[in-house]
RNA sequence: GGUGCUAUCGUCUAGCGGUUAGGACAAAAGAUUCUCAAUCUUUAAACCGGGGUUCGAUUCCCCGUAGCACUACCA
């Protein structure tokens, strides 16, 4: 029988949501889609010291605009999930570990029961100490007997000293020499000897909380959850949880792991952290991120500009790979191809470029309609009063200018000659197009396109056309002149698109202004 | 140091014993155009090294090397 599949999405509230972490949310809302499954939400903060606020909601924001729906859990949200239903779903909770404790007692009570963890008291500065005497120091069955735990002293004396309030933890007790199976299904069976695993601390008296792993696997375990897709940071640790399942007699309901790859710089060598997009320049953060305690703030992706659909795009392809050569693909495309056994093994190099290519993609594919709206707040933001101009003009110029940029952001420096005459002349293109007879050329057009009254594009090609041949000035000469009148630079769209949207009177002002100021 | 994972163009990757080793980003060149882009065409660019297995290895195995991760009362 198969069993339901149910994934968890699984941070810790310490700070933005980190790219990778994205990623991570990505691939098992992909797999949960596909397979009909849950997707849920659990807010891992079992370490209270590190607890930053709003980082929750910041997270649930990050999804949402992404496009990656929560059916459970801390945040729910998306299609046919709303009010009751949602609700409805929720019973495996809460999904806050701070508020599990309770729970977490009755299990830590019963590793200790059954002889599967003891109680420790040594503190940090004995630890240290230890560390210091034993080379390669760690806390197992070669060592516990020399520590100060309930292995090693009388059951009074451990009551005793809780009773007065000392402060313990409860550590795992690691049976030594035992090879551990691990299967993944990325990596396949890996295997790790149980002596390289210390006595983990599954919960400290201190704050009263578990550790992650403790945590990890009683929650998992309680909200049925049957694939755990996480960071390849946790390798290492997924012998640990296997056994920890094992002792609590869990094993046959012990969910399925996958590892992902993880994301490294793209130079050098290293994952990727928050540091690599300050020093070069992009962000590592889906949402801007304002740092409450250091008042840092840390660019997002949604801020850059980004569609959430590129970011999706492109993340999902950094470690996924179908066999074919498709490289867009929607959401719903994305739920339809993605799987497991195509994930890649090693770690891939964050390729900013690329990503801006996708956003160019999503941005080409975009209605000009849309664009337009995103437009109009950036044409008002350099002064420029947009209710003068119909929505299908300025649907129109972002349709010309869209080919030529990443970003929405972009398009102000690439076209606001349609909005604002220019002020100054671009000096290399003067150098380079604006010749001795120039001026001459730019009266004698001024004088024709004066009397002209049809002034589409069409008609004005039909006028200046045959008057350069005629004259035989050299088309490149004349219209490049023409171009840095009005646009104050060699660039731009095709000639006639500019003065078809300027008009007559603008056009012939502008070259007038530029026969003043050029000379 | 120990343990584990990984290894194809600069980057993301396709390849699942026999291929002119394919695609995309980035780069370069050309075409086109009144300019700048876009676009199209083209070019350059890779199987980490050494052993096996095999008629034949980029592909399977081992070793080495390198990179990464983990090695906390952090996740």
Request: proline share 4%.
């Amino acid at each position: 029988m198969e069993r339901r599949v149910r994934v968890r999405f699984a941070p810790s509230p310490t700070g933005a949501l980190h790219i990778g972490g994205v990623r991570t949310a990505l691939y098992n809302y992909l797999f949960a889609r596909q397979h009909g499954g849950d997707m849920l939400l659990r807010i891992e903060d079992t370490d209270s010291t590190r607890f930053v606020p709003g980082a929750e909601e910041y997270i649930i924001e990050a999804l949402q605009w992404l496009g990656i729906e929560i059916d459970e859990g801390i945040g729910v949200w998306g299609k046919g999930l709303k009010g009751e239903k949602a609700n409805g779903l929720n019973i495996h909770g809460p999904y806050r570990q701070s508020e599990r404790r309770e729970i977490y007692h009755k299990y830590v009570k019963q590793l200790l029961d059954s002889g599967n963890a003891y109680i420790a008291f040594d503190t940090h500065e004995e630890l240290e100490q230890k560390r210091n005497e034993i080379k390669n120091f760690q806390y197992d069955a070669s060592t516990r007997m020399l520590m100060h735990n309930s292995l090693t002293m009388p059951a009074e004396e451990v009551e005793r000293r809780i009773k007065d309030g000392e402060q313990y933890v409860v550590r795992f007790k690691i049976t030594p020499n035992e090879d551990v199976h691990v299967h993944d299904l990325i990596r396949g069976e890996v295997v790790i000897n149980s002596n390289i695993l210390d006595d983990k601390v599954l919960y400290k008296s201190a704050d009263d909380l578990p550790t992650y792993h403790l945590a990890n696997i009683v929650d998992d375990h309680l909200m049925e959850v049957s694939h755990v897709i996480r960071g390849e940071e946790w390798l290492p640790s997924a012998p640990l949880h296997v056994l920890l399942y094992r002792a609590f007699g869990w094993e046959d309901s012990m969910p399925e792991f996958a590892h992902l790859p993880l994301l490294l710089k793209p130079d050098g060598n290293g994952k990727l952290s928050k540091r690599d997009g300050d020093r070069l320049g992009f962000p590592v953060f889906p949402l801007e991120f304002h740092d409450q305690k250091t008042g840092a703030v840390s660019s997002g992706y949604r801020e850059s500009g980004y569609y959430p659909e590129a970011v999706i795009n492109f993340l999902a392809l950094l470690g996924w790979h179908q066999t074919g050569d498709k490289e867009i693909y929607s959401m719903e495309e994305l739920i339809q191809d993605f799987s497991l056994d195509r994930v890649s093994k090693s770690g891939a190099k964050f390729d900013y470029e690329k990503g801006k290519w996708f956003n160019h993609q999503y941005l080409m594919m975009r209605d000009n309609s849309l664009i337009a709206k995103e437009f109009i707040p950036i044409l008002e933001a350099h002064g420029v009063a947009t209710n003068i101009y119909p929505m299908p003009t300025i649907e129109h110029i972002v349709g010309l200018m869209k080919e030529r940029v990443n970003f929405v952001s972009e398009l102000w420096e690439q076209c606001n000659f349609f909005f604002t005459a220019p002020e100054e002349y671009d000096e290399k293109s003067l150098k380079k197009r604006w010749k001795e007879d120039s001026p001459r050329h730019m009266k004698e057009m001024l004088a024709l396109l004066e009397q002209q009254d049809d002034w589409s594009a069409e008609a004005l090609d039909n006028l200046i056309m045959p008057w350069i041949a005629e004259k035989e000035y050299g088309v490149g000469l004349v219209m490049n002149a023409f171009r840095i009148c009005l646009v104050g630079a060699a660039r731009g769209p095709h000639i006639w698109e500019i003065t078809d949207v300027l008009g007559k009177e603008e056009t012939l002002r502008r070259v007038k202004a530029a026969l003043e100021k050029i000379g």
